[in-house]
């Protein structure tokens, strides 16, 4: 069975950082892209980043260029987001989802998020 | 940067048709997905590459993609389908990926 297990949220300043991981298991963890994907609250949802199965294909969102970085561990069938100079506007519930593709094509299982609140 | 264009709402009565429509100047060569998202819960893909079926989806749901346009069509709608519907996919050049803006289905 896929599961994807998101940590890191939380409550933090304006331009300040915070660093999701999500640990995958259930499936071949380094045939896959794996994706971040978040849902403000009230809207709709929006792609932030993508990484291929070999990290030699990464992608970002126009809105977090820059300051989001993307990457993963295959030793550790893990994944990560590193995201600096938060603003209000990135607030949301952030998703780890699994390709089903080597490359960035779309998602077939999704994680249950985990919550980032930007606030003074 | 890019869009998918899509209804905000669609309503049918329990066992209706019910077709939600994604519109984007890339589709005619760019793959659809499209999300089931319910209240408190994860999304769910119903449809991958316009048309195709995740096992353990129900048949009534079934996917179409013509020109400019995807679109997801649900077969005799049931209560439980009620959810927000989003189509995914990228502009040609495959550096911006978006969602359309959601479809609210009610079926009662």
């Known amino acids: 069975e896929v599961q994807l297990v998101e940590s890191g949220g939380g409550v933090v300043q304006p331009g300040r950082s915070l660093r999701l991981s999500c640990a995958a298991s259930g499936f071949n963890f380094d045939d896959y892209a794996m994706h971040w994907v978040r849902q403000a609250p009230g809207k709709g949802l929006e792609w932030v980043s993508g990484?291929?199965?070999?990290?030699?294909?990464?992608g970002y969102a126009d809105s977090v260029k820059g300051r989001f970085t993307i990457s993963r561990d295959n030793a550790k069938n893990a994944l990560y987001l590193q995201m600096n100079s938060l603003r209000a506007e990135d607030m949301a519930l952030y998703y780890c989802?699994?390709?089903?593709?080597?490359?960035?094509?779309?998602?077939?299982?999704w994680g249950q998020g985990t919550l980032v609140t930007v606030s003074s | 940067s890019y869009e998918l264009t899509q209804p905000p709402s669609v309503s049918v009565s329990p066992g209706q048709t019910a077709r939600i429509t994604c519109s984007g100047d890339a589709l005619p060569k760019k793959y659809a997905y499209w999300y089931q998202k319910k209240s408190g819960q994860a999304p769910v893909l119903v449809i991958y590459?316009?048309?195709k079926r995740p096992s353990g989806i129900p048949e009534r749901f079934s996917g179409s993609s013509s020109g400019t346009m995807a679109t997801l069509t649900i077969s005799g709608a049931q209560v439980e389908d009620e959810a927000d519907y989003y189509c995914y996919s990228t502009d040609n050049s495959g550096n911006h990926r978006v969602f359309g803006g959601g479809t609210k289905l009610t079926v009662l």
């Open positions: 989802a699994k390709d089903h593709a080597q490359q960035l094509e779309g998602f077939d299982y």
């Open positions: 990484i291929s199965w070999s990290s030699a294909i990464i």
């Open positions: 590459e316009d048309s």
